[in-house]
C-alpha cells in the first residue's frame, strides 16, 4: 500500500523568495530519514508540501502513487503529522482530543481505547488525561500532539521538530515507537535541529541550504564524500551550511563564560 517517497525539480515559491529551489529526493520505504537544515532552509515548507498541506509552485512528489496536489484526502489518511508549532484544542481534555480525531479518522470505540491506553502509558501521561490541553506543559502537549498523528496507523510518519520539548525518557520512548514503526515497513521523515538525534536515530539524513539538498546519505556517506573519516555530523553540517566559522567564535564564547 505505502511506496518510497519520490520528489524530483521542486519548486516552491512565496511572493518573490524560492524556500525550495529544485530539490530532488527519494526516501525508501522502511527508512527512518532526517531533514536538517538551518532556520529558514526550507524544512517546514518541504514537510508540509509531502503531506499535502501546503500547494507547490513546481515540481513532481509521490507518495507510492499518490499525488499530493490531486489526491490530498488519500495522502491525509496515509501521514501521520506532527507540525513544528502543533494547534490543539486548549479547552479540551487529552482523552476528548483524541476521541475527535478518532471520530474524524473513522476509527472505532473499542481500537480507540486499546491504542490510546497502549500509547498514554509508553509517554507517561495517564494522570494527564482528563486536565485541560491549555493548562498541560509544552512537552506533554507535544506528547498529546504525536499521539493524535499516530492513532490511525498511518504508512507515513512525519514530524517536523518533533523531539521539541521531550524530556530524556519521553525522547528514548519516541526513538523507539519510531524504530518499531520503521520496522513494520513505515516511512518516517523528521526534521531536526538536534544533531545527535539524526545522527542516532536516522538511517539516512539529508541536509538543506537555500532550498536545496546540499548533501543526501548515511552518515559513512556523507564522510567518505566530505573525505573526511573522523568528522561528525556537526562538523559536516557547519562546514556545507557555511557556518563553519562559527566554530572559533563559540571556543571564544565557552572559554569566556568558563
Ligand atoms: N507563509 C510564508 N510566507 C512567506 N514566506 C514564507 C512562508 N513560510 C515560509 N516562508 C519562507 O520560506 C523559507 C523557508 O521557510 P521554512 O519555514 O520552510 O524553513 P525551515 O527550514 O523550516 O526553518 P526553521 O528551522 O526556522 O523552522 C524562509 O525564508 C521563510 O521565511
Known sequence: MSGPIVIRDLYKKYADNYALNGLDLTIDTGQIYGILGPNGSGKTTLLRIICSL????????????????????????????????????????????????????????????????NLVEAFGISDKVDNFIGSLSFGTKQKVAIISAILHDPEYLILDEGMNGLDPRSAKILKDLLQDFASHGKTVIFSTHILEVAESVCNRISILFNGKIVIEGTMEDMRSEMGQKQSNLEDIFLKLTGDEDLKPVIETLKRTLR
Do not use: H, Q, W
Not at 95 to 112: A, K, P
Open 54 to 117: 501546503l500547494e507547490m509552485t513546481s515540481g513532481y512528489v509521490r507518495l507510492g502513487n499518490l499525488n499530493p496536489m490531486m489526491d490530498g484526502e488519500k495522502v491525509k489518511s496515509a501521514v501521520g503529522y506532527v507540525p513544528e508549532t502543533p494547534a490543539l484544542y486548549e479547552s479540551l481534555t487529552p482523552l476528548e482530543y483524541f476521541s475527535f480525531v478518532c471520530s474524524v479518522r473513522g476509527i472505532g470505540e473499542d481500537v480507540m481505547e486499546r491504542r490510546v491506553r
